[in-house]
Structures are given as structure tokens and as C-alpha cells.
T-cell receptor, first 111, second 109 residues
Framework: LAKTTQPISMDSYEGQEVNITCSHN???????ITWYQQFPSQGPRFIIQGYKTKVTNEVASLFIPADRKSSTLSLPRVSLSDTAVYYCLVGVLYNTDKLIFGTGTRLQVFP | SQTIHQWPATLVQPVGSPLSLECTVEGTSNPNLYWYRQAAGRGLQLLFY??????ISSEVPQNLSASRPQDRQFILSSKKLLLSDSGFYLCAWGEEEAFFGQGTRLTVV
């Protein structure tokens, strides 16, 4: 899996939009980009996955530029319950043996 | 639908004692299975992964071992626990995305 780089932490306030960017310069042609959310004392939970351009679901949007060397997770109108660690993963999961997580981004949402 | 079960949820063990954590997956066959450890305030460290029965790959040298006696069963073990083995242990399985168990918080005293 390609190595990823994310900011260690971010702060925001309730109601704001939060954008977390992940760099993955060595992404391979077949790699997908997947984001996970982890609350304290719980396992990570899948948020969104994409290959190129933009993907949107009920929770978040994922923006991927044409060169695919980075991606941005966008959380609209965050609430206190969005305080968590967010991980970016790059790779084709069903075509690899390993799931290797980076350090993640710790998002703190304030009232 | 697929589910993953991991137990126990918490465990306090003395130094030098053995360890056995069990993880089972339902609703899928021949899954890739993973064991992770997370120290307090740190990221997820991949310990072991398995692509099939009896097939175990280790990512880091350590005091732990893993076994996969059945297709959907993954066991993490230690013969003698160290203080440094304390942490939050997570089992996961994955295909296009990863699904995690609820974790086991192990405290070695």
C-alpha cells in the first residue's frame, strides 16, 4: 500500500465544514482511497472510498484531483460527535494482504 | 450480513502470564484477517495478518504469536506477557474495506 501523510491534528467548531487532506504521492494506478473514523476505545469505521474526482455519501465527501496524489475528506457542518481520529488508506484491499494505517488526524470539535 | 466478534472486551493480566484473544467472523468465507495493537494515544500498528487457514504473516518481531485454526477464527497469543504488551488490540477482516471488532483493552500489571 502507498504511504500516506496527514496532519496530526485539527480543531474546528460545531457547524463548520472540515477538510482533511491526505498526501499519497506513490499511489498506484489500481489503488483506491479509503477513509476511516475511530472513536476512543472502538475499532475504526469505514467512512468513504473513491478512485478519482468526487464521491459523496450521507456522511462525507471525498475529493480526489486528477493526479490522485492527494485526497481531501470533507465533513459538512461538523458536530461534537465528529470528534475522532480520521485515517486515510490507499490501496486495493482485495488485491493486497496488508492493511497498514498511518498516524491519522485527530479532529477536535468545539462547541 | 457479515459480523466480527472479539473477546474479551477488557483483560488485566500479570506479567509472565499467558494470553489468548479470540476473534471470529461470520457471514463470509476465506477472509483476510488482521490483528492490530494501539497504544494509548497512538496509531494502529499491524501485528499479524492471515490470508488463509494456517497462513500467518508477522509485521513486527514481538512477544506475541497468532494462529488461524479455522477459516473464520483468528487467535492472538503470548506465552509470557510483558508490561509493554499493554494496549488496545483490534481484530479486523477485509475485502474492499476493513471491518473491525470492538477491541480488547489489555492491561499487564
Amino acid at each position: 500500500l502507498a504511504k500516506t501523510t496527514q496532519p496530526i491534528s485539527m480543531d474546528s467548531y460545531e457547524g463548520q465544514e472540515v477538510n482533511i487532506t491526505c498526501s499519497h504521492n506513490n499511489i498506484a494506478t489500481n489503488d483506491y482511497i479509503t477513509w476511516y473514523q475511530q472513536f476512543p476505545s472502538q475499532g475504526p469505521r469505514f467512512i468513504i472510498q473513491g478512485y478519482k474526482t468526487k464521491v459523496t455519501n450521507e456522511v462525507a465527501s471525498l475529493f480526489i484531483p486528477a493526479d490522485r496524489k492527494s485526497s481531501t475528506l470533507s465533513l459538512p457542518r461538523v458536530s461534537l460527535s465528529d470528534t475522532a481520529v480520521y485515517y486515510c488508506l490507499v490501496g486495493v484491499l482485495y488485491n493486497t494482504d496488508k492493511l497498514i494505517f498511518g498516524t491519522g488526524t485527530r479532529l477536535q470539535v468545539f462547541p | 450480513s457479515q459480523t466480527i466478534h472479539q473477546w474479551p472486551a477488557t483483560l488485566v493480566q500479570p506479567v509472565g502470564s499467558p494470553l489468548s484473544l479470540e476473534c471470529t467472523v461470520e457471514g463470509t468465507s476465506n477472509p483476510n484477517l488482521y490483528w492490530y495493537r494501539q497504544a494509548a494515544g497512538r496509531g494502529l500498528q499491524l501485528l499479524f495478518y492471515s490470508v488463509g487457514i494456517g497462513q500467518i504473516s508477522s509485521e513486527v518481531p514481538q512477544n506475541l504469536s497468532a494462529s488461524r485454526p479455522q477459516d473464520r477464527q483468528f487467535i492472538l497469543s503470548s506465552k509470557k506477557l510483558l508490561l509493554s504488551d499493554s494496549g488496545f488490540y483490534l481484530c479486523a477482516w477485509g475485502e474492499e474495506e476493513a471491518f473491525f471488532g470492538q477491541g480488547t483493552r489489555l492491561t499487564v500489571v
